[in-house]
T-cell receptor, first 116, second 114 residues
Framework: EAGVTQFPSHSVIEKGQTVTLRCDPISGHDNLYWYRRVMGKEIKFLLHFVKESKQDESGMPNNRFLAERTGGTYSTLKVQPAELEDSGVYFC??????????????FGEGSRLTVL | AQSVTQLGSHVSVSEGALVLLRCNYSSSVPPYLFWYVQYPNQGLQLLLKYTTGATLVKGINGFEAEFKKSETSFHLTKPSAHMSDAAEYFCAVNRYNQGGKLIFGQGTELSVKP
């Protein structure tokens, strides 16, 4: 069974440009999460989808970030326009059971974003 | 508010030596606690978790952790380090109704010397 896949693995863009990160969760997983790790700091929660609906987007930094999950399958995270402080590794994770309390997530390898 | 502190961003041990990675948390409600590991060029993988019940939990690859409420700690241990244990380890916490919304510590890079 395929795991969580993320694309691209690394993206280098200029400040002010747009980048779109994609995440394909494990098939059948209704929960999809985005996390971010900036400059070796802690991994921080960005948002949570249940199927195609945003359940919790309290961690989204600002309105330059837009996440979508059309059809409840893959998800995209767009940063527009990108700023220097957006550099970091963006992780996607998925889990199967809605409302599952134990927080066991399956993570992708991450997409490293470098903004110059 | 919940938070997690991992003591030591880098830990180095010799092969065969004890591994001890420290994690302290703060939470106003009973927490669920996790250790995740990230091997080079891979995603994070669940190592072990504590939800309720036995406070000593065993995980994969010979790791275990003990939940100590009085010390608000959840330290990760392994009796004998192996070269393949070299990775970054993350302690995380959440609440029973928070699902996958985890709060992570800053991570500890474990190096294993031959």
């Amino acid at each position: 069974e395929a795991g969580v896949t993320q694309f691209p693995s690394h993206s280098v863009i200029e400040k002010g440009q747009t980048v779109t990160l994609r995440c394909d969760p494990i098939s059948g997983h209704d929960n999809l999460y985005w996390y971010r790790r900036v400059m070796g700091k802690e991994i921080k929660f960005l948002l949570h989808f249940v199927k195609e609906s945003k359940q919790d987007e309290s961690g989204m930094p600002n309105n330059r970030f837009l996440a979508e999950r059309t059809g409840g399958t893959y998800s995209t995270l767009k940063v527009q326009p990108a700023e220097l402080e957006d550099s970091g590794v963006y992780f996607c994770a998925s889990s199967q059971v809605v409302g599952h309390p134990t927080g066991e997530l399956f993570f992708g390898e991450g997409s490293r974003l470098t903004v110059l | 508010a919940q938070s997690v502190t991992q003591l030591g961003s880098h830990v180095s041990v010799s092969e065969g030596a004890l591994v001890l990675l420290r994690c302290n948390y703060s939470s106003s409600v009973p927490p669920y606690l996790f250790w995740y590991v990230q091997y080079p060029n891979q995603g994070l993988q669940l190592l072990l978790k504590y939800t309720t019940g036995a406070t000593l939990v065993k995980g994969i690859n010979g790791f275990e952790a003990e939940f100590k409420k009085s010390e608000t700690s959840f330290h990760l241990t392994k009796p004998s380090a192996h070269m393949s244990d070299a990775a970054e380890y993350f302690c995380a916490v959440n609440r029973y109704n928070q699902g996958g919304k985890l709060i992570f510590g800053q991570g500890t890079e474990l190096s294993v010397k031959p």
